[in-house]
Structure formats: C-alpha cells, structure tokens
C-alpha cells in the first residue's frame, strides 16, 4: 500500500494531464488510512476528466461487491423507498463499483490462469476471454494487439443464440 501511495502522488499529475479519469472498484473503508488523503486527492482532482478511464481494483472481489449492492438493495426495500418491481439490470448495475461505464467487451485473462477468480462477475456476462500464458508483468503491446486481433474474429451474439 505504500508502493500505491507513492504511485498516486507521483502519476496524478501525469494522469491528469492525460485527461485520464481514475475510478476505484473495491473497498476503500479497509484501505489504510495513510491512503485515503492521496486517494481521494487524485479520485476528486480526475473526476471530470474525458479521456480514458482508469479503474484501479483495489481490495475488490466481485461476491463482496454483490454483496454490497444486495445490502444497499435491502436497506432502501426495508426504508420503503424501492419496490421489487424497481429493482432491474439496470438498477444492479448503476449500484456496482463500475456503475456508469460500459461492460467489457474483452477480458484479458494472463499467466495461464482459464478462471475469473472473482472478478467483473456480472459485468463479465456477454464479455469475450482471451487466455495467455503469458505473465502479467511480460505482457506487451504486440500481445495486446494479438488479443484484439482475435477478438476481432470472433462473432458476438450477446445472448442471443439465433444471431449468426
């Protein structure tokens, strides 16, 4: 956690100069609280940038997020102020870490690993994988162009079994 303090410090400029928006997914109340100022520094310095965003997952797992959201979920029915008939795809997902950005297209699963391991559950539901062997650390731009390549070949249906 210092080695990510250190990190938003010295890129929030470079970041911002980028037009980069930075998003957190995950937890940030079991953050330490040294990182809560330079976090909330860079979050709230971002926030109205337009270029690419950045989500850093940072103390996330998809079945705590999910869990978070049922909570919210029962909290608002039990005040009264959802109903059953209110609670839809789209009100799960403007309640999830990543609410108000798209879901994956391509997830890039790297090191040989052919799993989610608890991450984007539900975003992940129309998403298209790619397997490497390849280490996170070693993985390069001709290995992301590969990725997109493949990806590129592949036929979306989106659920829909019929579509060709």
């Known amino acids: 956690m210092k080695l990510f303090k250190e990190y938003l410090r010295k890129e929030l400029s470079n970041l911002h100069k980028n037009g980069i928006r930075l998003r957190l997914l995950g937890r940030r109340d079991r953050l330490p609280d040294y990182v809560h100022q330079p ?4 979050l709230e310095k971002t926030k109205d940038n337009q270029g690419m965003v950045l989500c850093l997952a940072v103390d996330y797992g998809s079945r705590d997020e999910m869990i978070r959201m049922m909570q919210d979920l029962a909290t608002q029915a039990a005040a009264g102020s959802l109903k059953a008939e209110e609670v839809d795809e789209n009100w799960i997902g403007d309640h999830l870490d ?13 090191s040989g690993e052919i799993r989610l391991s608890n991450f984007l559950l539900w975003q992940a539901a129309y998403a298209e994988f790619y397997f490497t062997d390849i280490l996170w650390p ?3 731009k001709s ?12 036929t979306r249906r989106m659920g829909n079994v019929d579509a060709p």
């Open 98 to 110: 990543t609410a108000g950005l798209p879901d994956p297209d391509l997830i890039i699963r790297t």
């Open 39 to 42: 976090l909330e520094e860079a």
């Open 143 to 154: 290995d992301l162009h590969k990725a997109i390549e493949v990806f590129n070949l592949r």
């Open 138 to 140: 070693d993985f390069r």
